[in-house]
């Protein structure tokens, strides 16, 4: 008795591990990796229609840059069909293999697109939206318009300013800007350009991680100027109405949102006609006048006002600062561990 | 057969504690040893930093000043709980955790509210005169301690209910009669008696708070940064993952060192705690 007793009791204890195991993935899913900002008009937009024309389930993955890539890279390139990351960041992950060459045949609506979003690097994915990186501020509480880079270390800014940290897309540039105020080459002379960073410390609140952490701190009175990129700029002026972009002397600085294909994607086929529907003239279009995307198919036609908080033609494009990803990954880590200790200590 | 019966029903727990518990753990840790550069390089370039020592400097401050808070706070509740009527004593417990009961990452939330500049505390101060602009009280060690206070007493009281609730009333009795003032009772009776139960929070609270991520990383900011913070940057973002399992280790050689001076301290104070 005691020794059926005893087997029952182990049999239950041994399915109850077993049925704590994770369940099977589902088949005839398609795996988006993106930062989950603006989802609800990205469903729409995008994720519905795809669905129906590709007959499958679209499931994502959500979380920053670096959270998403980190994730793709402890995999090894397995798990997600097609990632959405900052041309830092997808720099990044071609230097770690994680992606696959684009099949251009696959993609027609590039020929439709800038010539700077088609290859910004190399075989690899295209660039789906053009943004700027640039200052935003309060005009309510800030009284002297911002109007170049070197306002950010302005003394009556004191305690008034979030910069987005340095592991951010828009972080290492806070770096470049202290770099060209210093008259240094920031990875030539890194000690000059951090001491002038470090001017700026009476000025931060708090550095920022994700675009909705700045929006947040702007709502909620902690901050009154930051440095930001302009997809941020239609939900933070619906949270703040007075919040402006800062018209900038020296020019603001361009990023690309690119789209790649990781290694390990599952449906590199579905990956292509994805890529090829959100460069579609139509869906451009549609993701500009809904304040979701800048546009970079050149048949995308906007109104001054739809244009207005983009990145868009050819006057303001040309106008952008461009930013050489391979020496500012190379001397990211000792850019992290400088930032650390002036921010951290 | 009684002992045969034993293991097997133990055998899944062993195993599911050993497989994801003992077995990762062991791993992170031997991965710090296989440096190229030596065996205790990582290790020390960590201590070699000025910043990472002030990083776990940090944290074991603001832990310990968590620990020393959430301990009166809690052994106050506490004892006030332990001598109410039952009914009474149901009703205050349901208050004492119902913070549990929503998660630490909302708990969080709730202080970037009442800390804001345009928070509940700045514009109560404004509207009684008590200062003029709002005070920056958010991004700093004391928004981040007063957070992990709030989210750590409630499991304290829980420990401590139980143990306080077992110290007969006729000790306390005997020492009133005896003409013992409450407070002499409370310090030479009660709190040698609950020593175990002391520790045991501390314990609970100190590691939890060390280890906490979500509150420093609310509350604090980049600027406060934490062990638990740093080891996510490490990790997740400079992609180096020998040096966030140095981080990793040291987090828990601190703990155990630091539960192990406790328990030294709990005997002292209570021989007969462990």
Redesign the interface.
Known sequence: MNKRLSLRLATVSAAAMLAASPAMAQSGTFTVSWWGFNGDALQEIIIDPFQEMCDCEVIFETGNNSDRLSRLQLRGGDGVDVIYLTDRFSQLGIELDLFQPIDRALVPNIEQIYDLAQAPQGEFGPAYSIGRVGIVYNTEEVAEPITSWGDLWREDLASQISLPGITTTAGPMVVLQAAERAGVDAYADPDAAFAEVSGLVPNIVTNYNTGSEMINLFSTGEITVSMAQDFALGRLQAAVPSVVWAELDDGAIATLNTINIPTGSENVELAHMFLNFVLSVEIQQELAERGVDAPVNSGVSLTEEQAAPWTYGDEMIAGLQRVDYVPMNAALDDWINRWNEVFGM | ??R??GW??S???T??VSLFLIIPVAATISATFTSPEGIFAPYNEFFS???QR??LWRTFEVAAITTVISLVFGLLTAYVVSRCSPWMKSILIILAVFPLLTGVVVRSFAW??IL????ILNNSLEWLGVIER?M?L??TQTSVVVAMVYIFVPLMVLVLVGVLENIPDDLIDAASSLGASPTKTFIQIVLPLAVPGLIVGAVLVFTASFTSYATPHLLG?????MMGTFLH?R??????WVSASTVAAIMVVVIVATVLVMTRIARRLNPMAS
Do not use: E
Not at chain 2, 116 to 119: A, H, L, S
């Open positions: 057969m009684k045969l019966a097997m029903l055998s899944p727990a195993l599911a930093s000025g910043f002030a990083v970037l509210i804001g500049r345009n928070g709002p920056a958010l991004y900011g980049t600027r406060q940064m940057q990790a997740m973002v400079s992609f180096d």
